[in-house]
């Protein structure tokens, strides 16, 4: 755990209301860098991401990652006390981020009216599957329906095979940071303007945004990108291969000078020579030639001996890594990818750490996900709340 003295996001109070997974990663990303980030869920209905995956003596571990550097205290804002609440809250906050579908804090009289009215700087950042309007807006939306809308699990996978879909929360997590960058973005604005905004974030949308140009190219050609396993259709050979010893490396070839190193490195030069090496796409029509080519000699080779003479010769390659290479990998523990946050309920345990490096305000974690409201009294006595008006609360079942 390390505590930075004047982290660049110190001055910002971000409510979380957030769950699954989109909202609460945009939040961790901006108490990284040093947000105060209260996380805010229901008395009896905790956060579900704390039972999700494997948990450890009953605690979740993947909350101890999503709820770093945050805060938590408990409130049902469909109780008039708990929206009374809130909105104090608001009051003293900078950017609230929910994902409940597209109406529900109307209904509470929670909306854009009354939060801007408690407070007209706020940022309210709403994240849904489907976004605030469309004809899909009020169907409940994950991630995995993004990566099959967006096209993603229509090009991944073999050719011959089913449509393949992530085993993790890709769209959750791509939208969780393009939701940080929106925070940012509208921030920035009102220091201009000194008013907030709304910013409507749609799952569906960033993964669409990384998946390249497909639009466009189908715009302008009619051209359908189809799957192609590991291969690419725009260089070759680019896939992944099996060494002697049973491991597997992935190679690339983006750059022509990195594909002619390659053959060299084979002893298949005599394929440079062949007009169609002369472009990335020409060889990906002739990506069987190349894949025997490069595969018939990583498969006469260890791992080791496969990384150190792609190194040697200046060409692209990397171990196929699962988590356990991942946590051995030098290059990651160089950069301290992974770091070890010192937890009161687990002790040491190992997470990843901030998304970048700061050379003058460096993010920190300073503690992984805390107890289900553990905070809530601390919270509202700073609020102002006395301690009659908390019991009533309680009694109320708004906390």
């Known amino acids: 755990m390390t505590d930075i003295a004047d982290p660049p996001l110190s001055s910002l109070r971000v409510l979380d209301l957030a769950t699954l997974f989109a909202g609460p990663l945009a939040a961790t990303m901006l108490g990284d860098f040093g947000a105060e980030v209260i996380k805010i869920e229901h008395p009896a209905k905790p956060d579900p991401s704390r039972g999700h995956g494997p948990s450890k003596d009953g605690i979740g571990l993947w909350w101890k990652l999503l709820a770093r550097n945050k805060r938590t205290m408990t409130l049902d804002l469909s109780k008039p006390g708990g929206r009374t609440t809130l909105l104090r809250l608001a009051a003293t906050a900078d950017v609230i981020i929910e994902n409940f579908r597209p109406g529900t804090l109307e209904k509470w009289d929670l909306g854009w009216e009354e939060l801007s009215a408690a407070n007209p700087r706020l940022i309210l950042t709403r994240v849904t599957g489907f976004g605030q309007f469309g004809p899909y807006a009020h169907r409940p939306g994950?991630?995995?329906?993004?990566?099959?809308?967006?096209?993603?699990?229509?090009?991944?996978?073999?050719?011959?095979?089913?449509?393949?879909?992530?085993?993790?929360?890709?769209?959750?997590?791509?939208?969780?940071?393009?939701?940080?960058?929106?925070?940012?973005?509208?921030?920035?604005?009102?220091?201009?303007?000194?008013?907030?905004?709304?910013?409507?974030?749609?799952?569906?949308?960033?993964?669409?945004?990384?998946?390249g140009p497909q639009p466009t190219w189908y715009d302008q050609l009619g051209y359908v990108q189809e799957r192609t396993g590991n291969r690419s259709a725009n260089n070759a050979p680019r896939n992944a291969y099996r060494t002697a010893d049973g491991s597997w490396v992935a190679v690339s070839t983006s750059a022509q000078s990195v594909a002619e190193r390659l053959m060299r490195l084979v002893g298949r030069p005599e394929l440079i020579d062949e007009p169609w090496f002369a472009t990335g796409?020409?060889?990906?029509?002739?990506?069987?030639?190349?894949?025997?080519?490069?595969g018939t000699w990583i498969a006469r080779h260890t791992r080791a001996d496969v990384l150190a003479a792609f190194e040697k010769a200046e060409a692209a390659v990397a171990p196929i890594q699962d988590v356990r290479d991942v946590l051995r990998d030098p290059q990651y523990g160089a950069l301290d990818t992974v770091t070890t946050v010192d937890d009161p309920e687990?002790?040491?345990?190992?997470?990843?750490?901030?998304?970048?490096?700061?050379?003058?305000?460096?993010?920190?974690?300073?503690?992984?996900?805390?107890?289900?409201?553990?905070?809530?009294?601390?919270?509202?006595?700073?609020?102002?709340?006395?301690?009659?008006?908390?019991?009533?609360?309680?009694?109320?079942?708004?906390?």
């Open 346 to 399: 687990l002790g040491p345990l190992r997470m990843q750490n901030v998304l970048f490096r700061l050379s003058s305000t460096p993010g920190a974690i300073r503690w992984a996900g805390r107890p289900h409201g553990a905070d809530t009294a601390e919270i509202l006595t700073e609020l102002g709340l006395t301690a009659a008006e908390l019991a009533v609360l309680r009694s109320e079942g708004a906390l």
């Open 142 to 211: 994950f991630g995995t329906l993004a990566e099959a809308m967006s096209g993603f699990a229509a090009i991944t996978g073999e050719p011959d095979a089913p449509p393949t879909l992530p085993p993790f929360g890709l769209a959750d997590s791509i939208a969780g940071l393009a939701t940080a960058y929106a925070v940012m973005t509208a921030l920035a604005a009102r220091e201009r303007t000194g008013e907030g905004q709304v910013v409507d974030m749609a799952i569906i949308e960033p993964i669409l945004t990384v998946l």
């Open 281 to 294: 796409a020409d060889r990906a029509r002739h990506a069987d030639v190349l894949d025997e080519a490069v």
